[in-house]
T-cell receptor
Framework: ETGVTQSPTHLIKTRGQQVTLRCSSQ?????VSWYQQALGQGPQFIFQ???????GRGNFPPRFSGLQFPNYSSELNVNALELDDSALYLC????????????FGEGSRLTVL | AQSVTQLDSQVPVFEEAPVELRCNYSSSVSVYLFWYVQYPNQGLQLLLK??????LVKGINGFEAEFNKSQTSFHLRKPSVHISDTAEYFCAVRRKETSGSRLTFGEGTQLTVNP
């Protein structure tokens, strides 16, 4: 059974650029959610994807967008990067029936200069 | 809306000592409660959960937590800690009436176990 894998692990961008982060969900899981964890903070929910559609979103602007593919893998896209977007981005996979038991990847650390 | 407050940002303890990490929550609806652990340079791992039933729940690595509805608390305890328990611990809630993976996390408690 493979766990949740994310890529890249680290990346550096400049303000105004765009970034794409990738996530492969755990085998058998059909739901993917993304979280932003700023330094010294708890993770904050960005959005969730199920059956290739977004079906839940936190308090993040539209420049944060995502995709889910038929194999349940997912992408997080962030446009027009701002300095405050510097954070660890965590992907979590689960079953649609989850009551909150999530399986997290190790994250992608984004630095915006 | 829900909120989670972890009352201590840092907890230093000596090896083999007991520890309690405190978590209070606020919600207008019923919630499920969780503790997740984050080891350095890793993602989060579920430690334990309270969904219903007995208010004392046991998790991995010898940790346990007690749900107190009247005090809206879900404190995490371990009777004897090891060096390997050094990590960041996050308390989280999810509304019962919703579905999916939207958790509200606290800001975390850094547990440091010293020899």
């Amino acid at each position: 059974e493979t766990g949740v894998t994310q890529s890249p692990t680290h990346l550096i961008k400049t303000r105004g650029q765009q970034v794409t982060l990738r996530c492969s969900s755990q085998s058998g899981h059909n739901t993917v959610s993304w979280y932003q964890q700023a330094l010294g903070q708890g993770p904050q929910f960005i959005f969730q994807y199920y059956r290739e559609e977004e079906n839940g979103r936190g308090n993040f602007p539209p420049r944060f967008s995502g995709l889910q593919f038929p194999n349940y893998s997912s992408e997080l896209n962030v446009n027009a990067l701002e300095l405050d977007d510097s954070a660890l981005y965590l992907c979590a996979s689960s079953l649609a029936s989850t009551r909150g038991e999530l399986f997290f990847g190790e994250g992608s650390r984004l630095t915006v200069l | 809306a829900q909120s989670v407050t972890q009352l201590d940002s840092q907890v230093p303890v000596f090896e083999e000592a007991p520890v309690e990490l405190r978590c209070n929550y606020s919600s207008s609806v019923s919630v499920y409660l969780f503790w997740y652990v984050q080891y350095p340079n890793q993602g989060l791992q579920l430690l334990l959960k309270y969904l219903s039933g007995s208010t004392l729940v046991k998790g991995i690595n010898g940790f346990e937590a007690e749900f107190n509805k009247s005090q809206t608390s879900f404190h995490l305890r371990k009777p004897s800690v090891h060096i390997s328990d050094t990590a960041e611990y996050f308390c989280a809630v999810r509304r019962k009436e919703t579905s999916g993976s939207r958790l509200t996390f606290g800001e975390g408690t850094q547990l440091t176990v010293n020899p």
